[in-house]
């Protein structure tokens, strides 16, 4: 008896130890709980998985003057990977309109990103950067509202601006991760006239 006692003992452990390691398997899988550092931007851990731009900041252009009552932006939808694929999806995403003044008229900018963007992201625990592997995939497009819609500031694809517009040697579609907790992302990316900056929420995987 005493045999078989010791014989089931030794299997309950064995049971509860697959049990440890089959959870321990399943948490590590999980892109929505794995955690890319323990400090990037605000010092709290970044989770992985699928966010949600809740709104965008855009810049003025050459020209305008300074925009006031920026909205839009939300929409996009954002994937940080456990495997290290990054993309964001501007299907979705609607436009970042600020106003202005012109001459005394309001007036106003739109901001719109469109297409599917594909690439990497990485991070050595206190930053971390994400960029798209081909830039000729998204397009961004500005126009401004001044009693009628005028032709576009620009409609480039982010190669296109990347190899004709001044950006001090940086690249739009290439983002730092300047702000991330378990329920907010801040993505950063240069822009001609300053950087666009977007923000975003967690959504289910």
């Known amino acids: ?13 064995a049971v509860a130890l697959l049990s440890v390691m089959l959870a321990s398997c399943r948490t590590s899988g999980d892109s929505t709980g794995t955690i890319i550092g323990t400090t990037i931007g605000s010092g709290q851990a970044c989770e992985l998985g699928n966010w949600a731009s809740a709104s965008m900041d855009a810049p003025s252009q050459a020209g305008v003057g300074d925009l006031t009552s920026t909205v839009g932006g939300d929409g996009m939808m954002i994937t940080l990977g ?11 995403m609607k436009p970042t309109t600020g106003t202005f003044v012109s001459g005394g008229q309001p007036a106003s900018l739109d901001t719109t990103f469109s297409g599917v963007g594909k690439g990497t992201w990485k991070s050595n625990g206190d930053t971390a950067t994400a960029s ?27 190669q296109q601006l990347n190899d004709d517009r001044m950006l001090n ?5 290439v983002f730092t991760i ?9 993505l950063t990316t240069p822009y001609p006239g300053g950087a666009i900056v977007i923000h975003a929420v967690p959504v289910g995987p």
């Open 1 to 13: 008896m005493g045999c078989q006692h010791g014989e089931m003992s030794r299997k309950l452990v």
């Open 82 to 92: 456990a495997d290290g694929l990054f993309q964001i999806d501007f299907g979705p």
């Open 132 to 158: 798209f592997d081909d830039f000729t995939t998204v397009t961004t497009t500005v126009t401004i509202t001044l009693g009628e819609t005028v032709p576009p500031v620009f409609d480039e694809t982010l």
């Open 169 to 173: 040697g940086e690249k739009a579609g």
């Open 178 to 186: 300047s702000g991330c907790t378990a329920t907010t992302l801040t």
